[in-house]
C-alpha cells in the first residue's frame, strides 16, 4: 500500500498576478469580501493556508462604491484614544467625505486574518478613489465578480 502525501505550495513556487478592479455601483462588503478572497489567494489551486499565495489587487473608483439600506448614516467607526472621554465616533457618510478609500480597506482589512500574515497580505491592496492607477507597468488584468463572488476574467 503506497503512502500518498498532501501537496503544499513551497515559497519557491509562489507566483503574484495583478489584477484591477473597478468598484463603480459595487456593493461595498460584497467587493470587500471577493476582493479578500483574491488577497489570500482562494482563488487559485496552489491555496496554502500558511502562506502568502495571494495576487496584488488594484482598486479603482472607490468613492463610487456604493453600499445598501441606511448604512451611510446608521453604520459607526470607532476608536479609542486610550485617554478618559476619548472615544470617537464618524458615521460611514464622514468617513467617506474625509478619505473615500477608508471603508473598503477596513473592510478587507477586518476580512482577512489578524497576524503578520495577514498585514503582508493587505500590503498588496491598493485602493484609488478615482479612475487613475500608476501600476500600467505592471500590465494588470481586467477582473470582475459574478454574484457568488467568483472571479471572471475580462
Excluded: C
Aim: proline fraction near 4%; hydrophobic fraction near 35%.
Amino acid at each position: 500500500m503506497s503512502k500518498q502525501k498532501t501537496w503544499t505550495a513551497k515559497t519557491a513556487d509562489l507566483k503574484s498576478d495583478w489584477f484591477v478592479v473597478d468598484a463603480t455601483d459595487q456593493v461595498l462588503g460584497r467587493l470587500a469580501s471577493s476582493v479578500a478572497k483574491v488577497l489570500r489567494g482562494k482563488h487559485k489551486p496552489t491555496f496554502t493556508p500558511h502562506l502568502n499565495t495571494g495576487d496584488h489587487v488594484i482598486v479603482i473608483n472607490a468613492a463610487k462604491a456604493k453600499v445598501s439600506g441606511a448604512k451611510l448614516t446608521g453604520k459607526q467607526y470607532t476608536r479609542y484614544t486610550g485617554y478618559p472621554g476619548g472615544l470617537r465616533t464618524r458615521t460611514l457618510e464622514k468617513a467617506q467625505q474625509l478619505d473615500p478609500t477608508f471603508p473598503l480597506m477596513n473592510a478587507v482589512k477586518g476580512m482577512l486574518q489578524h497576524n503578520t500574515l495577514g498585514a503582508d497580505m493587505l500590503t498588496r491592496l491598493r485602493i484609488y478613489a478615482g479612475a487613475e492607477h500608476g501600476h500600467q507597468a505592471q500590465k494588470p488584468k481586467v477582473i470582475t465578480f459574478d454574484s457568488k463572488g467568483d472571479i471572471k476574467l475580462g
